[in-house]
């Protein structure tokens, strides 16, 4: 019997008693109150979806003795607007959809009468997470749907268990998924065959997540692009050879590893042969984890929460070339902690809450790459020679910090320095002389700055991509991507003066500073495009720059 979409608020009056199946979705049911279907002992299919079902009582389901399946999708529903025992006297109930309502948590209470239950799907409601033992009360379950949830970020620990007849479950397309619990599956939780998790957020899927199931068939994650390791970045998985992941992946694991971290050696393109702790997530708050062998290169202490090391906390690992401390909560650089790490090559330390790079924090290192970025990362403040003397530092990563100065004689001899990326802070420009300290510097990253472009003037020679770099200053070119701006266009002029003389002074006063310059020359003629400083200061700069290289090319000849 089929009534959907007639704008019923109730059950016809001459429904047949006999009926088995009755579709009463789209309509406008407001309740399901007492007795209501009291004359349908043999319904076998409910379908109540897509109403604006503000409660059922108690005895809503009454006499529904043969009832299989219901169907409570998109009715508006929440615990609180539930009897306790409102399925009591529908036990019989296989397949129940709660799909699109206004549940937090699985709502256990109400479901625990349920004893028949295989299939329940309680896809794209608001739950955040789905707590241990949440379905423990539903031993006849073969199937679980837990899809499309909007807030659902945490699986925890044994959150499926006393399920000895699962078959098949369904957490996939939650956005902001980014954790399982290693162990989310109770002992007796071993005939799964299907999983799904694709379209989630997340980075790792646990090793203890397949133990104990020998009748999974596949894990299904979609079709995702490799993000590790280097070598394969951006392939998708189908497409890789296994030949390819035996060169690139963990290829051998070392019979005892400290704590529940995992040790194996990695090969990759662009490191040595690396023998790696990895101890991401366990926990660690202060320590690094007992029974480390000295000969490892690679230790991974990420997402772990961590504020500070001992100093002591590394003095053994001589070997170590790479050390990841993304994700904690470092208030600031361990100096004391990494100062005899002599063969270290690579620091990460981005997603933390550093607020200030001291001077000497990298002393005694060989550093090659250090990467302080995103997240929590406050850093407002870089002291000089912070990283003074780094003869192998090759790349620098500021990126997504406060930034609002940075002074150049903080890389003080750094011979080989390449790479500075200094994108998204509030950084109004850099001087020349950062060429002169660094003068091995081929990429400059400014992106998400507002930059005075007039104060940036000297740069333009060497800028190859402008795109995501905006002027934030003069008021005239506010907003303007650097690549719109031209040598004669940045600063315009309101007057002109030409002066021919032998020996020139010229003073130039804006609202942040007064330089005064004389240059003596015996054939000079410079043109100076000046502003009127009583109207705007800050409306445009001061000299034009064709004129201004010119001028300062003059000066350095009569040296």
Same mark, same amino acid.
């Given at each position: 019997?089929?009534?959907?979409?007639?704008?019923?608020?109730a059950?016809?009056?001459?429904?047949?008693?006999?009926?088995?199946?009755?579709?009463?979705?789209?309509?406008k049911?407001?309740?399901?109150?007492?007795r209501?279907?009291?004359?349908?002992?043999? !319904?076998?299919?409910?379908?109540?979806?897509? @109403?604006?079902?503000?409660?059922i009582d =108690?005895?809503?389901?009454?006499?529904?003795?043969?009832?299989?399946?219901?169907?409570?999708?998109?009715?508006?529903?929440?615990?609180?607007? !539930?009897? #306790?025992?409102?399925?009591?006297?529908?036990?019989?109930?296989q397949?129940?959809?709660?799909?699109?309502?206004?549940?937090?948590?699985?709502?256990?209470?109400?479901?625990?009468?349920?004893?028949q239950?295989?299939n329940?799907?309680?896809?794209?409601?608001?739950?955040?997470?789905?707590?241990?033992?949440?379905?423990?009360?539903?031993?006849?379950?073969?199937?679980?749907?837990?899809?499309?949830?909007?807030?659902?970020?945490?699986?925890?620990?044994?959150?499926?268990?006393?399920?000895?007849?699962?078959?098949?479950?369904?957490?996939?397309?939650?956005?902001?998924?980014?954790?399982?619990?290693?162990?989310?599956f109770?002992?007796?939780?071993? @005939?799964?065959?299907? %999983?799904?998790?694709?379209?989630?957020?997340?980075?790792?899927?646990?090793?203890?997540?397949?133990?104990?199931?020998?009748?999974?068939?596949?894990?299904?994650?979609?079709?995702?692009?490799?993000?590790?390791?280097?070598?394969?970045?951006?392939q998708?998985?189908?497409?890789? #050879?296994?030949?390819? %992941?035996?060169?690139?992946?963990?290829? =051998?694991?070392?019979?005892?590893?400290?704590?529940?971290?995992?040790?194996?050696?990695?090969?990759?393109?662009?490191?040595?042969?690396?023998?790696?702790?990895?101890?991401?997530?366990?926990?660690?708050?202060?320590?690094?984890?007992?029974?480390?062998?000295?000969?490892?290169?690679?230790?991974?202490?990420?997402?772990n929460?961590?504020?500070?090391?001992?100093?002591?906390?590394?003095?053994?690992?001589?070997?170590?070339?790479y050390?990841?401390?993304?994700?904690?909560?470092?208030?600031?650089?361990?100096?004391?902690?990494?100062?005899?790490?002599?063969?270290?090559?690579?620091?990460?330390?981005?997603?933390?809450a550093?607020?200030?790079?001291?001077?000497?924090?990298?002393? @005694?290192?060989?550093?090659?790459?250090?990467?302080?970025?995103?997240?929590?990362?406050?850093?407002?403040?870089?002291?000089?020679?912070?990283?003074?003397?780094?003869?192998?530092?090759?790349?620098?990563?500021?990126?997504?910090?406060?930034?609002?100065?940075?002074p150049?004689?903080?890389?003080?001899?750094?011979?080989?320095?390449?790479?500075?990326? %200094?994108?998204?802070?509030?950084?109004?420009?850099?001087?020349?002389?950062?060429?002169?300290?660094a003068?091995?510097?081929?990429?400059?990253?400014?992106?998400?700055?507002?930059?005075?472009?007039?104060?940036?003037?000297?740069?333009?020679?060497?800028?190859?991509?402008t795109?995501?770099t905006e002027?934030?200053?003069?008021?005239?070119?506010?907003?303007?991507?650097?690549?719109?701006?031209?040598?004669?266009?940045?600063?315009?002029?309101?007057?002109?003066?030409?002066?021919?003389?032998?020996?020139?002074?010229?003073?130039?006063?804006?609202?942040k500073?007064?330089?005064?310059?004389?240059?003596?020359?015996?054939?000079?003629?410079?043109?100076?495009l000046?502003?009127?400083?009583?109207?705007?200061?800050?409306?445009?700069?001061?000299?034009?720059?064709?004129?201004?290289?010119?001028?300062?090319?003059?000066?350095?000849?009569?040296?």
């Amino acid at each position: 019997m089929n009534c959907s979409g007639s704008e019923l608020n109730a059950l016809p009056k001459m429904t047949p008693n006999n009926v088995n199946k009755i579709i009463l979705s789209n309509n406008k049911i407001s309740g399901v109150v007492n007795r209501m279907f009291n004359s349908l002992s043999e !319904l076998v299919v409910l379908d109540l979806s897509h @109403n604006v079902i503000t409660s059922i009582d =108690a005895h809503g389901l009454y006499q529904l003795t043969q009832l299989k399946e219901l169907d409570l999708t998109r009715c508006g529903l929440s615990e609180a607007q !539930l009897e #306790t025992h409102v399925f009591a006297w529908a036990g019989s109930i296989q397949s129940l959809v709660l799909d699109e309502n206004r549940f937090e948590r699985v709502p256990t209470s109400l479901l625990n009468t349920l004893n028949q239950l295989k299939n329940v799907s309680l896809s794209r409601n608001p739950m955040d997470r789905l707590q241990t033992s949440s379905f423990a009360h539903f031993a006849e379950l073969e199937a679980i749907y837990l899809n499309e949830m909007p807030n659902l970020k945490v699986v925890e620990k044994f959150a499926f268990v006393n399920l000895p007849k699962l078959k098949t479950l369904e957490i996939r397309d939650n956005p902001r998924l980014i954790h399982l619990g290693g162990k989310i599956f109770g002992h007796n939780v071993m @005939n799964i065959q299907q %999983l799904f998790f694709q379209n989630n957020q997340i980075e790792i899927i646990p090793e203890e997540l397949s133990k104990n199931l020998p009748y999974l068939i596949p894990i299904l994650i979609g079709d995702p692009k490799c993000q590790f390791p280097k070598a394969i970045v951006g392939q998708s998985f189908s497409n890789i #050879t296994e030949k390819e %992941l035996e060169a690139t992946c963990p290829s =051998a694991w070392w019979e005892k590893c400290p704590g529940d971290c995992i040790c194996y050696r990695w090969q990759d393109s662009n490191f040595l042969p690396m023998k790696l702790v990895d101890c991401r997530g366990k926990k660690i708050v202060d320590f690094v984890p007992y029974g480390i062998p000295e000969e490892v290169t690679g230790l991974d202490l990420s997402m772990n929460g961590i504020q500070h090391f001992k100093d002591n906390a590394f003095v053994h690992l001589k070997s170590l070339q790479y050390l990841n401390l993304n994700d904690n909560d470092l208030r600031e650089i361990p100096v004391s902690t990494i100062d005899n790490l002599a063969k270290l090559k690579i620091l990460l330390m981005n997603r933390n809450a550093i607020a200030k790079i001291e001077t000497n924090s990298f002393k @005694n290192l060989a550093v090659e790459k250090i990467e302080i970025c995103f997240g929590h990362n406050d850093i407002s403040k870089i002291e000089r020679a912070s990283f003074i003397s780094l003869n192998q530092l090759q790349i620098i990563k500021l990126c997504n910090n406060k930034i609002d100065f940075f002074p150049t004689n903080s890389i003080q001899s750094t011979p080989v320095l390449g790479s500075l990326d %200094l994108s998204n802070n509030k950084l109004t420009n850099i001087t020349s002389d950062l060429f002169d300290r660094a003068n091995m510097i081929t990429s400059l990253n400014m992106a998400g700055n507002q930059i005075d472009c007039c104060e940036m003037l000297w740069a333009f020679d060497r800028m190859t991509n402008t795109r995501q770099t905006e002027c934030g200053a003069p008021f005239t070119n506010v907003g303007k991507n650097v690549d719109q701006i031209t040598e004669d266009t940045a600063c315009v002029p309101t007057t002109t003066t030409t002066t021919t003389t032998t020996t020139t002074t010229t003073t130039t006063t804006t609202k942040k500073r007064t330089t005064t310059t004389t240059t003596e020359s015996t054939e000079l003629t410079t043109t100076f495009l000046t502003f009127n400083s009583t109207d705007d200061p800050d409306s445009g700069c001061k000299i034009k720059l064709s004129v201004l290289l010119a001028f300062f090319a003059l000066i350095i000849n009569n040296l």
